[in-house]
């Protein structure tokens, strides 16, 4: 194998090997520094945490920004006779923050004389806060957009659904159970019962991302022979057509009535989807075909950090990286490392071609 396939290889089987649950990146947010110290970025850990490289000197720049953590799980970190790489965060989301490092590390010259390319892996993706995100928004102004996330090698995610999150809790004092009135499992249930009918018709026709999606994270009850007590958790994925203090009113007016109800909102994410026809996509679209793929487009309905900095850089933007999305979070969690390959060089290609189009433009 080619000597810089092999180094990117490399790269990813230790950056998984390196546990990172949110709020614990230090140790790989170092290695991922140095690695990117070691070949020619100027890199840095910054105030949140953040891995952050640079490379390149010219007037256009473009953002990879990925994530370094991980949800909770261990798997045991191998390369199976397959070329497959199992491990927790392979797809979710080393893979794609590893292959922009690599894809960066070996850009051409021409490529970092018209551009400037910043990587930044991260932290607390995976956690409501989002420190990482929410930090470089605030510090770097890019002209175009990368978020590594999973969409596998020859797909472009272009959106993802927003969220909202809902704690309602119900107290009520105790009573017989033969006795007339409903209990603080019945009003909870009965707001659940609300929320959903709500989500039912809330939205867009036409597809699951037009919808709003309604699932029941925590439920449940109890007394202290005093009085009683029933709370649960509910997710809301929204649409573009529906913003987080829309759903909160909304949900807000639907439970009104029920008397000693508790709410409280968390986790609000507006919904983005970004158009499918500019100078970063097209360059994709040609660097997939180049490698004898076919592009296809795609929109999610998790969230993501493209969720948390679309406002803040109203620019060109996509998501992209290697690995199947459905193994996220999942004990089968793991990515073929061939399939890596390709994404690193499509991502050579895309980027090449996009730094030297805007050059050309100029």
Same mark, same amino acid.
Request: charged share 20%; proline share 5%; net charge negative.
């Given at each position: 194998?080619?000597?810089? +396939?092999?180094?990117?290889?490399?790269?990813?089987?230790?950056?998984?090997?390196?546990?990172?649950? !949110?709020? *614990?990146?230090?140790?790989?947010?170092?290695?991922?520094?140095?690695?990117?110290?070691?070949?020619?970025?100027?890199?840095?850990?910054?105030?949140?945490?953040?891995?952050? =490289?640079?490379?390149?000197?010219?007037?256009?720049?473009?953002?990879?920004?990925?994530?370094?953590?991980?949800?909770?799980?261990?798997?045991?970190?191998?390369?199976?006779?397959?070329?497959?790489?199992?491990?927790?965060?392979?797809?979710?989301?080393? =893979?794609?923050?590893?292959?922009? $490092?690599?894809?960066?590390?070996?850009?051409?010259?021409?490529?970092?004389?018209?551009?400037?390319?910043?990587?930044?892996?991260?932290?607390?993706?995976?956690?409501? !806060? !989002? %420190?990482?995100?929410?930090?470089? %928004?605030?510090?770097?102004?890019?002209?175009?957009?990368?978020?590594?996330?999973?969409?596998?090698?020859?797909?472009?995610?272009?959106?993802? &659904?927003?969220?909202?999150?809902? &704690?309602?809790? +119900?107290?009520?004092?105790?009573?017989?159970?033969?006795?007339?009135?409903? !209990?603080?499992?019945?009003?909870?249930?009965?707001?659940?019962?609300?929320? %959903?009918?709500?989500?039912?018709?809330?939205?867009?026709?036409?597809?699951?991302?037009?919808?709003?999606?309604?699932?029941? *994270?925590?439920?449940?009850?109890?007394?202290? =022979?005093l009085h009683q007590r029933?709370?649960?958790?509910?997710g809301l994925r929204l649409?573009?057509?529906?913003?987080?203090?829309?759903?909160?009113?909304?949900?807000?007016?639907?439970?009104?009535? /029920?008397?000693?109800?508790? /709410?409280?909102?968390?986790?609000?994410?507006?919904?983005?989807?970004?158009?499918?026809?500019?100078?970063?996509?097209?360059?994709?679209?040609?660097?997939?075909?180049? *490698?004898?793929?076919?592009?296809?487009?795609?929109?999610?309905?998790?969230?993501?950090? $493209?969720?948390?900095?679309?406002?803040?850089?109203?620019?060109?933007? /996509?998501?992209?990286?290697?690995?199947?999305?459905?193994?996220?979070?999942?004990?089968?969690?793991?990515?073929?490392?061939?399939?890596?390959?390709?994404?690193?060089?499509?991502? %050579?290609?895309?980027?090449?071609?996009?730094?030297?189009?805007?050059? &050309?433009?100029?």
């Amino acid at each position: 194998m080619q000597g810089t +396939a092999q180094d990117a290889r490399d790269l990813l089987v230790r950056a998984v090997e390196i546990p990172s649950l !949110s709020g *614990q990146e230090g140790e790989v947010a170092a290695f991922l520094r140095d690695w990117m110290a070691a070949r020619g970025f100027e890199a840095r850990v910054d105030e949140a945490g953040n891995a952050v =490289g640079e490379r390149g000197r010219g007037p256009l720049t473009v953002a990879l920004l990925g994530h370094m953590d991980t949800v909770p799980g261990e798997i045991p970190v191998h390369v199976d006779d397959q070329g497959v790489l199992h491990g927790r965060g392979s797809v979710d989301a080393k =893979g794609p923050l590893c292959a922009f $490092m690599a894809a960066v590390a070996t850009l051409p010259d021409e490529a970092l004389a018209a551009a400037r390319f910043v990587v930044i892996g991260a932290t607390e993706e995976e956690a409501p !806060s !989002s %420190r990482g995100a929410r930090h470089i %928004r605030t510090v770097l102004t890019p002209d175009v957009v990368l978020i590594g996330e999973p969409s596998a090698w020859e797909g472009l995610t272009l959106g993802y &659904k927003g969220r909202l999150v809902v &704690k309602a809790q +119900a107290v009520k004092e105790n009573f017989h159970t033969a006795g007339d009135g409903s !209990s603080a499992g019945d009003d909870l249930t009965e707001a659940w019962f609300r929320v %959903r009918a709500w989500a039912a018709q809330a939205g867009e026709p036409g597809g699951v991302f037009g919808g709003v999606q309604a699932t029941i *994270q925590d439920l449940g009850a109890g007394t202290d =022979g005093l009085h009683q007590r029933a709370w649960g958790t509910f997710g809301l994925r929204l649409p573009v057509s529906v913003a987080p203090a829309q759903a909160e009113t909304a949900i807000r007016a639907a439970l009104a009535d /029920l008397e000693g109800l508790e /709410l409280t909102f968390v986790g609000h994410e507006t919904a983005v989807r970004h158009p499918k026809d500019n100078a970063l996509t097209r360059a994709f679209r040609v660097a997939i075909r180049e *490698q004898g793929g076919s592009p296809v487009f795609k929109v999610k309905t998790g969230t993501s950090d $493209m969720n948390v900095v679309a406002a803040h850089w109203p620019v060109p933007t /996509l998501a992209y990286g290697p690995g199947d999305s459905a193994l996220d979070h999942t004990p089968e969690e793991r990515l073929d490392l061939a399939e890596y390959d390709r994404a690193v060089a499509v991502l %050579r290609g895309a980027l090449t071609r996009l730094a030297l189009g805007a050059a &050309k433009a100029d």
